[in-house]
C-alpha cells in the first residue's frame, strides 16, 4: 500500500451507500444491483489510487456537501436531548441558531452574532 491512497470517510460513505443499495438490488430491482457494483469499485479504486492530489480533492468537494448534513443532524439531535433545559429559536435579523433556558418567561436576547435585540419568550 505505499504509495497508494488509501481509505478515508468518503470511501467508508460509498461502502454504505454501496451495500445498501445492494440489499434493496438484490430483493427489488436488478439494475440496482450493478450500481452498487460500480460504487464497490469506485471506492476500491479510490484506495490503490496513487493519484493522490485528484483523491484528497474529490475528499475535500465530499466535505464540502457532508458537513453541513451532519451538522444538521447533531443540532437536530442535541435539540431534541436538551429540549427540556433550552428553548432553541432563530434570530430575526440573520437566522443564527440561538438557544436559551427554559423557565425565565420573557427575556430580552442579544444575538451574538449580529448584535441585534429582540424579545422572546421561554
Not at 491512497?5 to 427489488?28: H, K, Q
Request: proline residues 3%; charged residues 20%.
Amino acid at each position: 500500500m505505499y504509495g497508494r491512497y488509501g481509505g478515508d470517510g468518503l470511501n467508508l460513505f460509498l461502502m454504505v451507500v454501496g451495500m445498501v443499495l445492494s440489499i434493496f438490488g438484490s430483493y427489488l430491482f436488478w439494475p440496482i444491483l450493478i450500481v452498487s457494483y460500480l460504487i464497490y469499485f469506485y471506492a476500491i479504486f479510490r484506495i490503490f489510487s496513487r493519484n493522490i492530489g485528484a483523491r484528497q480533492r474529490e475528499y475535500a468537494v465530499f466535505l464540502r456537501i457532508w458537513n453541513p448534513i451532519r451538522g444538521w443532524f447533531g443540532l437536530t439531535k442535541r435539540k431534541f436531548t436538551e429540549r427540556k433545559q433550552y428553548k432553541y429559536f432563530k434570530c430575526p435579523q440573520c437566522h443564527q441558531q440561538l438557544r436559551a433556558p427554559r423557565g425565565r418567561g420573557k427575556i430580552i436576547v442579544t444575538c451574538q452574532k449580529c448584535h441585534s435585540q429582540f424579545d422572546t419568550k421561554t
